[in-house]
């Protein structure tokens, strides 16, 4: 927990930079930070129930981005709307976990840092090609 907290409070600092969403090449790395914060209050209970958007939602929302975002800089994408779906896949093992099986889990987080790493590819293939910063 105090990993966390700790984390919650450098990526806090780094958003307080900015008084919006920062345009061009600095967004996608900026709703990541916010991505990662919205985890972290999640599990310190920092996370009102009663926020305007939940955190499944806010993910969908960001995994659609990223689609548009490479459909919009021509990458070939693998599927229509294939980081929507991988988001979406990866919450229904999330809710299937229940703690008992620790298997479970690890192969749940690794199935989360394969997404991951293939956000981060395919992110710097879309913002490399031309007019994709925009």
């Not at 790395?29 to 009102?48: F, S, W």
């Not at 800089?73 to 919450?91: D, K």
Request: glycine residues 8%; charged residues 20%.
């Amino acid at each position: 927990m105090e990993t966390f907290s700790s984390l919650l409070e450098s990526i806090g600092g780094l958003l307080d930079l900015w008084d919006e969403d920062p345009p061009g090449g600095a967004y996608y790395p900026y709703k990541a930070a916010e991505l990662i914060e919205l985890h972290c209050r999640q599990v310190t209970g920092d996370l009102p129930d009663n926020a305007p958007v939940g955190l499944g939602e806010w993910i969908q929302r960001f995994a659609r981005h990223v689609d548009w975002q490479l459909e919009r800089s021509g990458s070939n994408l693998e599927a229509p709307h294939f980081f929507a779906a991988l988001e979406e896949s990866l919450e229904v093992k999330a809710n299937q976990l229940s703690g008992a099986d620790e298997t479970a889990f690890h192969m749940a987080m690794e199935a989360s840092r394969e997404a991951a790493a293939r956000y981060l590819g395919a992110l710097r293939s879309a913002l490399a090609a031309p007019g994709a910063q925009s």
